[in-house]
């Protein structure tokens, strides 16, 4: 005996919400579903929490921290300012906005209010993607997360990166041996003074920044 089916619509509905988590190192064009106006709780560290989705609803999210709470820049403005270049965009402003959500109250999606860099959303956008297992505190214990963040920033129609786009370059050469140099980030261990019983430790990346503005071709 074969068995026999009925229509079930939950499950129905499910076969057209099939996404899967980008894990891998590697190469995608996709878009920004969700682009975030994000302020860390305990440092005050500010950044702008990135939700990317290929057409083939594989997805991944990111957070670009930009700026210190004492207002020192953060590598995560580079790359900002390397979307905005690839996107043409000369600014983002942050406004009111619903977005459906992980809700960790209840370990499903809800709908939030949020305040988001809309101008960023539904644009075509390359991204270099990379694996960056990192370790962190869970329950007075380190653990390892797996996480995935940008390597590289390019134009999806062109290929250019956001300095040959400044530079009004009409040749995509860069992009090549970017991806020749992508691979996986090696394991970053916690600081040797965290305190693993204290379960509060927050990692942000710090470095410099270039001025963009000096010649914007768009």
């Not at 920033?153 to 290929?159: D, E, F, H, I, L």
């Not at 991806?179 to 394991?187: E, F, S, T």
């Amino acid at each position: 005996m074969f068995r026999s089916y009925e229509i079930d619509v939950q499950a129905a509905r499910k076969a057209d919400e099939k996404s899967s988590r980008i894990s891998s190192t590697g190469n995608y064009i996709g878009t920004f579903k969700h682009a975030i106006a994000r302020t860390s709780q305990i440092k005050g560290t500010e950044g702008v929490e990135l939700h990317f989705e290929t057409a083939d609803k594989q997805e991944a999210r990111f957070t670009l921290w930009t700026f210190k709470g004492t207002g020192e820049p953060l590598s995560g403005f580079n790359t900002l300012q390397a979307i905005l270049t690839c996107l043409q965009i000369r600014n983002i402003n942050a406004v009111p906005s619903r977005a459906e959500l992980y809700d960790r109250n209840t370990g499903g999606k809800s709908m939030q209010n949020v305040h988001q860099y809309t101008d960023l959303i539904g644009k075509p956008i390359g991204l270099l993607l990379q694996l960056a297992p990192e370790e962190y505190v869970k329950q007075g214990t380190v653990a390892i997360a797996n996480k995935i963040e940008i390597f590289g920033v390019y134009q999806a129609n062109t290929s250019l990166v956001a300095s040959e786009i400044l530079s009004k370059s009409s040749k995509p050469d860069k992009l090549a041996k970017m991806i020749a140099a992508l691979k996986d980030r090696p394991l970053r261990k916690l600081p040797a003074q965290v305190n693993v019983a204290a379960n509060d430790y927050e990692s942000v990346n710090s470095g410099n920044f270039s001025d963009f503005e000096d010649d914007i071709p768009f």
